[in-house]
């Protein structure tokens, strides 16, 4: 159902079973790991995108996710919303 590298591939599935019998296969809780070590810092610039910054890093534009998991970020844009701040960039592998 996900794209392979995507962030809930290696996320279990589960299911449930409505009253009516129907069986509803489902994706667990996916846990945000904690930060680990990271490839390098990234300082945003003005007109930043994530999935520009993602390709430069990882060279795929979909791996936007890490940097969000790296930084902790909850609404994806805020990690480009200000220039300057600095960007922690996550190995690939975590």
Do not use: H, T
């Not at 996900?2 to 409505?18: L, P, T």
């Amino acid at each position: 159902m996900f794209a392979r590298g995507s962030r809930y591939e290696g996320v279990a599935d589960a299911s449930w079973v409505d009253p009516a019998g129907r069986e509803i296969v489902y994706k667990r809780l996916r846990l945000v790991p904690p930060p680990g070590p990271a490839v390098q810092g990234y300082v945003v610039a003005r007109g930043d995108r994530l999935d520009l910054i993602a390709f430069r890093f990882y060279r795929d534009p979909e791996q936007f996710w890490r940097l969000c998991d790296g930084n902790r970020a909850m609404r994806p844009d805020d990690l480009v919303a200000e220039p300057g701040r600095q960007l922690i960039v996550p190995l690939a592998g975590r």
